[in-house]
């Protein structure tokens, strides 16, 4: 929809085109009859919303002869205006599908915008009363900015629900796949969600990061069943394949905005060690980016802890040991402190999944 906005307040238009503009509506603006003659020629509008006092051919003048000409008559027209009682009559007569008389909240405005185009958007709002000054005129504006600011409050929780619904369904499909996978991905997260906090809480609030976690093996998607499923040893060639899944996911993930940054640091570089033995770039210490590192004992510590294919789950103790054991050749010494500063916790999570399963 668009709507053609004709009035002297610069400000009233820019108002009213923040409150249509949250509703994706199109908004052109013109500051007298002159100037809107020219824009609706060009491209009319679906409704005009037009104010009675303007310098020049006043609102309800412009819409007698929009009313009057064969091009225009069909398009609906507002009329708003400051004083009250004759021009709704005026306004009638001059034949305005609608009268909005000031002070109006806008997004009654909006209602009766909808309704004209035959729109089914219902703006559930109405003010209760009105009175003619300035100050009620601004309440009223107050008032529609903060329903306007709760809407897309509203709308931005349904797109962080939307994304966090793509990453599980992104992650089932991944366990599909995998026989190991399992509620790994999930546990791991929160391993690393908690060894994060421990180290560094500004990484550990970073959406970004807690899907990277959740997605890091995210391009095992591409990696074939006969390599992902095998029941033994890979050889050498199907290892180099199984490798790729962190270039893989990083391919596939580039064009998600969320996870730019340390997410994607995450998916690419989850396999690199501190001693620089890792893979995709065999990075060295503090090259692999934080969230990495810490995934790297996350990871571990879940594979330990887990039954596998060929194994069932080792106990707690062993997997506490290996990683004291790697601190400062797989693993970054500061992770393995916070390892063991935040150990309780992370068996909590243990335990937490253990009772679920
Ligand atoms: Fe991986």
Known sequence: MRV??????????????MTFDVFDIDVDEASGATEARELIRADPPDVIVLDVVMPGMDGLQFCRELKSSRETRDIAVVLLSGSEGGT?????????????????SPLELLAVVERLSGGLYGVPFRATKKIGSEEEQLLLYARDLRHLLQIERA?????????????????SALESKDTDSGKHSQRVQLYALELARTMDTELADDPSAEYGFLLHDVGKIGIPDRVLQKPAPLTEPERALMQTHTVLGEQMLAGVALLQGPGMHIVRSHHERWDGEGYPDGLVRDETPTGARIFAVADTLDAMTSDRVYRAALPWSAAHDE???QSGLQFDPDVVDAFRACESSLRDVRREFSAAS
Do not use: C, H, N
């Open 4 to 17: 053609l906005l004709v009035d002297d307040d610069a400000g009233l238009r820019a108002l009213l085109r």
């Open 155 to 171: 709308q931005r929780s349904l797109v962080q629900e939307a994304y966090r619904q793509t990453v599980a369904a992104f992650t």
């Open 323 to 325: 990683i004291l054991s």
């Open 88 to 104: 709704r009559v005026a306004a009638d007569a001059a034949g305005a599908e609608a009268y909005v008389p000031k002070p109006f």
